[in-house]
């Protein structure tokens, strides 16, 4: 019994200190966005954020089939501080949620999908930091 209330500790204390490491300097809590990806769009158009305050953006693929979603400015000039776009690009997998924790700079940046013929059918966004 005791044994098992010290591993509870101990998870929690891990807990307590992942998430703390996860947040940026200043113990600012990131906003949280939704972008939706399905076939063939994004949503919300355009995708508006503040420059230089940090944000969480959770890249919902509610398709059954892979997107993408690139946007290689807009990563290129933001920092990012929880996962990873490599390329200026988030792979989804279908129905997969992927979440990215940056802080954008100010200007307006593009977005598609690189997925043969997506963009074309309708798969652009805009994104708007100011």
Known sequence: ???SRFAALAALSLISIASAAAQPAGGAVP???TIQVW???????????AAGQPVTLA??????VGHDFTAKDFFANSAITAGAAPGGK???APHATVAITLTPRAGTYMAHCSHFLHESLGMHDQIVVS
């Open 31 to 33: 906003a949280a966005r």
């Open 59 to 64: 890249f919902v693929n509610q398709a059954g």
């Open 39 to 49: 076939s063939y769009g994004f949503g919300p158009q355009p995708i508006q954020l």
């Open 1 to 3: 019994m005791l044994a």
């Open 90 to 92: 988030i792979e989804l």
